[in-house]
């Protein structure tokens, strides 16, 4: 049984220009397709902060494995965290923390709030950023 009826089948077979807007929509299409997958494949990961925007002043930039570093090394100190991972995502303009703890056997994560908050505090006062956005993920170890 065909798809389209006779009327569609003639209208196609006596326009030859038919097929050029058709190839063209199909090429914005794909091309579209193909923007949308790769903006999802991104991971948003930032590779620097920036301390300084002014470029009168100078453009200062800290390397975002450093903050990572530095906020790991701090919470892997605590009694009770297994292990700390550190990304730093959103824009230059709005950075933002994304953080995943996995505790010790037996932690209880009711008392992690006393580990966190000094840390993040800390890590915001160093990069002058007080409104630095923060999520938290915390895993229980087993």
Same mark, same amino acid.
């Given at each position: 049984?065909?798809?389209?009826?006779?009327? *569609?089948?003639?209208? %196609?077979?006596?326009? %030859?220009?038919?097929?050029?807007?058709?190839?063209?929509?199909?090429?914005?299409?794909?091309?579209?397709?193909?923007?949308?997958?790769?903006? @999802?494949?991104? *991971?948003?990961? =930032?590779?620097?902060?920036?301390?300084?925007?002014?470029?009168?002043?100078?453009?200062?930039?800290?390397?975002?494995?450093?903050?990572?570093?530095?906020?790991?090394?701090?919470?892997?100190?605590?009694?009770? %965290?297994?292990?700390?991972?550190?990304?730093?995502?959103? *824009?230059?303009?709005?950075?933002?923390?994304? /953080?995943?703890?996995? /505790?010790?056997?037996?932690?209880?994560?009711?008392?992690?709030?006393?580990?966190?908050?000094?840390?993040?505090? =800390?890590?915001? @006062?160093?990069? @002058? *950023?007080?409104?630095?956005?923060?999520? %938290?993920?915390? =895993?229980?170890? =087993?």
């Amino acid at each position: 049984m065909p798809i389209t009826d006779r009327a *569609t089948r003639t209208f %196609v077979d006596g326009h %030859v220009w038919f097929w050029a807007p058709l190839a063209a929509a199909a090429v914005v299409v794909g091309t579209l397709a193909l923007y949308w997958l790769i903006t @999802q494949a991104a *991971t948003g990961t =930032r590779r620097a902060i920036r301390l300084e925007d002014d470029p009168r002043e100078g453009i200062t930039a800290l390397p975002a494995h450093v903050v990572g570093d530095a906020l790991r090394n701090d919470l892997l100190d605590s009694p009770g %965290v297994r292990s700390v991972a550190v990304r730093l995502a959103g *824009t230059p303009a709005r950075p933002c923390l994304l /953080l995943t703890m996995t /505790l010790e056997p037996g932690a209880a994560p009711a008392g992690i709030d006393d580990l966190l908050h000094p840390a993040l505090r =800390r890590l915001r @006062q160093s990069l @002058q *950023t007080p409104e630095l956005p923060a999520v %938290v993920r915390i =895993r229980t170890g =087993r």
